[in-house]
């Protein structure tokens, strides 16, 4: 069942990416916080809490190269899904030509353990399994040949694997770090991969859909936001931005679903509780004012059948089922219920233009 979830999760993910604009939106809310980090140290450390299938990661680090053309950049992703880490990965060749003072890491370790991944041996008894991948040459095409190819393809086949819980809880089957950088640069970087380094902390986080919007505020700041806030560098900063539905969105998954709230707390709750209960680190941090944006379904030309989910309504469908995280079961009483079906398929035809609503806000550390 945990498996089933899993990959059926991913599917409406899928079908979500390419139905929307929603990468593009956050990665231009994204671009002005790069631009400002600070321009007096010789290298910088950016955390993707979540890197999908690396679109954002992508653009990160392509506005950081504008942005700050000389500086290092060491950027850590963490991603548990092995297809979104090849798909990550295929994004990253023409980095490391554009910008070749590049170090990346890919990890799939728990919030709480980032902070311990690059400079242990073991976690909770498992062994870090680590993979360097030094690239030879000056441009993309070998770069993509070095990175596609089979040493760093069958570590990843016999590491990179996952396990489900019986509550459908996802996780690694072994910690893993790859780290992938330029020859040329090799000597430069090298005081960053050796394991007595010991600041790894960031100077910017994303975190992008890191928690379930039904979650309940202390959750998300027990299991991600505070993990991630003690990972701050000093003036470091913490963008969150997830999703809040939106009017449309909310009022479909009320006709369908009237007993769940797929949306129960904001940004404002979350920010009210960490200064509301502070621990004796929440009066090192600022918070920033929480904004919200908007991104649309992308609407097929008439009469075409999408790649995903078919026609546009099914596709509308399964989008707006994948905001709310309805879980399968609740679907399945719905789809039994074919008056209510009728229905919730009439209000998504006569809504016409579907909105997603997201909000961003950022928390920084101050001393």
């Given at each position: 069942m945990g498996k089933k979830r899993f990959f059926d999760d991913r599917l409406k993910y899928l079908s979500f990416i390419q139905n929307t604009g929603e990468k593009k939106e956050i990665s231009l809310r994204l671009y002005p916080h790069v631009a400002n980090m600070s321009k007096n140290k010789s290298y910088l450390r950016i955390l993707d809490a979540g890197t999908g299938d690396g679109t954002i990661k992508s653009n990160i680090i392509k506005s950081f190269h504008k942005y700050h053309p000389y500086t290092s950049l060491l950027i850590t992703g963490k991603e548990v899904s092995y297809e979104d880490l090849k798909n990550?990965?295929?994004k990253m060749p023409d980095r490391f030509v554009e910008h070749p003072n590049l170090l990346i890491t890919m990890t799939n370790v728990k919030f709480s353990e980032l902070g311990l991944i690059e400079n242990s041996k073991k976690i909770k008894n498992k062994k870090v399994k680590e993979f360097n991948l030094i690239l030879k040459s000056n441009n993309s095409f070998d770069f993509n040949d070095q990175i596609s190819g089979s040493q760093l393809g069958n570590f990843i086949k016999k590491n990179w694997g996952i396990e489900i819980d019986k509550k459908g809880r996802t996780s690694y089957s072994n910690p893993c770090l790859i780290r992938i950088y330029r020859e040329d640069n090799e000597n430069h970087l090298k005081q960053f991969i050796n394991s007595d380094y010991k600041n790894n902390n960031y100077d910017l986080i994303i975190a992008?859909?890191?928690?379930?919007?039904?979650?309940?505020?202390?959750?998300?700041i027990n299991n991600v936001i505070g993990p991630l806030m003690n990972l701050l560098n000093k003036s470091g900063n913490l963008l969150i931005t997830h999703s809040?539905?939106?009017?449309?969105?909310?009022?479909?998954l009320k006709l369908a679903f009237k007993d769940k709230e797929a949306f129960p707390n904001t940004a404002e709750d979350i920010i009210k509780h960490l200064k509301d209960h502070p621990s004796e680190e929440n009066d090192k941090y600022s918070f920033g004012k929480p904004s919200k944006y908007f991104f649309k379904f992308k609407k097929a030309p008439d009469q075409t059948v999408t790649e995903l989910f078919g026609h546009s309504n099914d596709a509308k469908w399964a989008n707006i089922l994948y905001v709310g995280q309805i879980p399968e079961k609740d679907i399945q009483v719905l789809e039994a219920n074919t008056k209510l079906h009728n229905k919730v398929k009439k209000a998504i035809d006569s809504a016409g233009q579907i909105s997603f609503q997201n909000e961003i806000f950022n928390i920084k550390k101050i001393v």
């Open positions: 990550t990965l295929d992008s859909q890191a928690y379930r919007a039904a979650s309940s505020v202390k959750v998300k809040c539905g939106g009017e449309s969105i909310q009022k479909i």
